[in-house]
T-cell receptor, first 112, second 109 residues
């Protein structure tokens, strides 16, 4: 099925560990995004990539890095996980004009 | 900074009722999304609007650009409509979204 695929779906990390969340889309979208969702806060943008080869910070980038590996893939890396990064993470993609906004199924991350 | 406010935060209805969820934003936007999120589930875009009105099945979305306000209506509500409905906006030449905090809708049979 066409869409946005995120892995893993669940992850538990210890404080200080690192990990990479993977995201791939097969809709030939130019733009890709990483959001986090926290209770009472709504969804907030971490990083985005308007096109292959470019990345920019969003509202809450601290503690994260991203890589736009190619047009299909956009990964999010936590270098040294902290409990404040416990959240649900969503990857999304869209066409260049914002149409076709599609979200992945989410990654539930717990940092202990 | 663009603020996005939704009301109500929580809404409980009986099956068959007409539902309205409201969204207001503070500065001019390029377009607005209505999103649906079922408990523990993913997020689905229902509509993207830049003007006027759109309809899909029992769902209707309207936007008033001058008043910076949008509404999502559900006609003949059903328990399967129970979900969180989220309003999200973007402006300018990039398409990163700013989200409202969502409206939790519960439709009882």
């Amino acid at each position: 099925n066409a869409g946005v695929t995120q892995t893993p779906k669940f992850q538990v990390l210890k404080t200080g560990q690192s990990m990479t969340l993977q995201c791939a889309q097969d809709m030939n979208h130019n733009s890709m995004y990483w959001y986090r969702q926290d209770p009472g806060m709504g969804l907030r943008l971490i990083y985005y990539s308007a096109s292959e080869g470019t990345t920019d910070k969003g509202e809450v980038p601290n503690g994260y890095n991203v890589s736009r590996l190619n047009k299909r893939e956009f990964s999010l890396r936590l270098e040294s996980a902290a409990p404040s990064q416990t959240s649900v993470y969503f990857c999304a993609s869209s066409e260049a004009d914002g149409l076709g906004y599609t979200f992945g199924s989410g990654t539930r991350l717990t940092v202990v | 900074k663009n603020e996005v406010e939704q009301s109500p935060q929580n809404l409980t209805a009986q099956e068959g009722e007409f539902i309205t969820i409201n969204c207001s934003y503070s500065v001019g936007i390029s377009a607005l999304h209505w999103l649906q999120q079922h408990p523990g589930g993913g997020i689905v875009s229902l509509f993207m609007l830049s003007s006027g009105k759109k309809k899909h099945g029992r769902l209707i979305a309207t936007i008033n650009i001058q008043e910076k306000h949008s509404s999502l209506h559900i006609t003949a509500s059903h328990p399967r409509d129970s979900a969180v409905y989220i309003c999200a906006v973007f402006w300018g030449s990039n398409y990163k979204l700013t989200f409202g905090k969502g409206t939790l809708l519960t439709v009882n049979p």
